[in-house]
Each structure stands twice: as C-alpha cells, then as structure tokens.
Nanobody, 121 residues
Framework: QVQLVESGGGLVQPGGSLRLSCAASGSIFSINAMGWYRRAPGKQRELVAA???????NYADSVKGRFTISRDNAKNTVYLQMNSLKPEDTAVYYC???????????????WGQGTQVTVSS
C-alpha cells in the first residue's frame, strides 16, 4: 500500500500564493514521475504540472510562469508553488505518483485525497 498525504490548500485572494505538498509513504522501491492535477467545478480533471525522477518538468499552458513544481527525493515529496493565483485556478488539486514496489517491477499509480484551492476576493 502507498499513501499520499497532501497539504497546503486553502482560500487566497487573487494575486496571492500557496504552496502545496504531497508526501508519499508505504511500499515504495522507487518513484518515477510525480505530478499535480486539478478538477474545477463542472470541468474535467487536467494536468497542472509534472516532474520526472531526473527533474524534467512540464506545465499546463495556463500556469506557465506562475506555478513551479519541485520534488525532494529523500522525502518522497512533491511540491507545487503557486504564485499570482487567479480565480480560474480554483479547483481541487490532486497529486499523483508513479512508482515501483520492487526493482524492475511494474509501474503503479497512486493518488492523493485532494486539497481544495479557492482563489477569491
């Protein structure tokens, strides 16, 4: 079993900042990619940002230049620094981790429980 614990969501005014964290624990041999997704009311879930084990990143066009994803491999933790937040960033944010339970084993996916981010004045 692998557990993901997210934290850092909340209510913030437009232009403000928040930092999300997601810590993975459990039966993990190695972690490949880590990422953040979000689902806004009435919309489909979308990829916000992802980071590979080597540190390569990619972002949704809507957050480029405002959000930064990073990871601490020693802590099995991924972060999402969100700056210049806009009302359209309001959503439930989920972390996702692709991992292996053993060397050369299959890659599995785990999801966090979600954390609400609300951007409103």
């Amino acid at each position: 079993q692998v557990q993901l614990v997210e934290s850092g969501g909340g209510l913030v005014q437009p232009g403000g900042s928040l930092r999300l964290s997601c810590a993975a624990s459990g039966s993990i041999f190695s972690i490949n990619a880590m990422g953040w997704y979000r689902r806004a009311p009435g919309k489909q879930r979308e990829l916000v940002a992802a980071i590979t084990s080597g540190g390569s990143t990619n972002y949704a066009d809507s957050v480029k230049g405002r959000f930064t994803i990073s990871r601490d491999n020693a802590k099995n933790t991924v972060y999402l620094q969100m700056n210049s937040l806009k009302p359209e960033d309001t959503a439930v944010y989920y972390c996702n981790v692709a991992y292996r339970r053993r060397a050369a084993g299959p890659v599995a996916n785990a999801w966090g429980q979600g954390t609400q981010v609300t951007v409103s004045s």
